[in-house]
Structure formats: C-alpha cells, structure tokens
C-alpha cells in the first residue's frame, strides 16, 4: 500500500520481482529508451523471458520482473521504491499504465477467480503484517481503480459487517 510513501521495510516486499501481463511488458517496453536511461538497468535485463498462459492476467499470459541483487531489478538502488513508479510520477503518466498490477495490488492478490490476502500474508513472512491498517483498507483505492466501484461498495458493505 502507497509503496511510494512506505518508509517501514525499505522496499523488502521487492525482493522477489513481480508478475507482469503481456500487456504491461508492452506499455513498458514502448518507453524502453527513457525507462533505460532513467533506471540505468538496460532492456535485455528488464524480465525473466519466461512466460506463461494465464487467463487471469489481461492479454492472458504473463511473465516475471527479473531479480538482480536480491531485488526486483526495477527497485530503485539510490532512492527508495519502484522505478517505474516514479518514473510515471516523474513523467505525469498514471503508474498503473506501467508498474505491474501484482506490484499495485500488493498485498491483496488474485488467482482462481478471487481477490485474497498474498502468500506473505498467509506464511506471516510480510515485514509489516499486523502493523497499519487492515489490507483491504491499504489496497482499497487500488481495488477500485482496477475492478470498480461496485466491487467496492461491496466490500466497503462486508467490512461494516453488512
């Protein structure tokens, strides 16, 4: 939640990269000379080159931020956070367009048709679990720009025990 604005884990939950829609590979692959020279991280290292089929994931297929260092190669090095993050910000883009949904969602995911709690969630193994507000409150906003307002309420509804 508000990754950007986190200071608690130094960007832990960056250490495994990210799943990334096909999709997404290609909004980012179409700033790949800015996005080189603003990361400083060369396109051939960008992703893993494996993909898989995933009808969940837009464009149905995804694949993986590659991981250099002990952290998602997009990780900022010099500063704190996500590289295509603040490179949206920095180019008045809207990171949704870039950063990868998995990332922005984080540490709510999705898979067999369902929005749950991440793996790190489960296992106890988030840096920050149990400290700020519940995930659902954290992600709220993220929820809603990716399924809605509908889904929203919904959940806003469940949350009120109603």
Same mark, same amino acid.
């Given at each position: 939640?508000?990754?950007?604005? !986190? ?12 799943d ?15 996005? /080189? @020279?603003?990361? $400083? ?7 893993? $080159? /494996?993909?898989?089929?995933?009808? /969940? %994931?837009?464009?149905? @297929? ?7 260092? $002990?952290? !998602? ?6 500063? @704190?956070? !996500?590289?295509?993050?603040? %490179? ?10 870039? #950063? ?5 969602? %984080? ?12 793996? /790190?969630? &489960?296992? @106890? ?6 400290? $700020?507000?519940t995930?659902? #409150?954290?992600?709220?906003? &993220?929820?809603?720009?990716? %399924? ?10 469940i &949350?009120?025990?109603?």
């Open positions: 939640m508000s990754c950007m604005e !986190c200071t608690y884990c130094h960007d832990s939950c960056c250490q495994y990269g990210s990334i829609d096909g999709d997404n590979v290609a909004r980012v692959e179409a700033h790949s000379d800015a996005l /080189e @020279r603003f990361t $400083g991280v060369p396109h051939e290292r960008w992703f893993t $080159g /494996e993909w898989n089929n995933d009808v /969940e %994931f837009p464009g149905g @297929r995804q694949t993986r931020t590659a991981v250099e260092n $002990g952290a !998602c190669v997009f990780r900022s090095r010099t500063a @704190r956070g !996500c590289m295509l993050h603040s %490179f949206a910000l920095d180019r008045g883009l809207d990171y949704h367009e870039i #950063k990868p949904m998995v990332a922005w969602l %984080f540490p709510v995911t999705f898979d067999g048709g369902l929005l749950h709690p991440s793996n /790190e969630i &489960e296992d @106890r193994s988030l840096q920050c679990i149990d400290d $700020g507000p995930l659902y #409150k954290g992600v709220r906003s &993220e929820i809603e720009w990716c %399924f809605g307002s509908a889904l929203v309420a919904e959940l806003d509804a &949350e009120r025990g109603g």
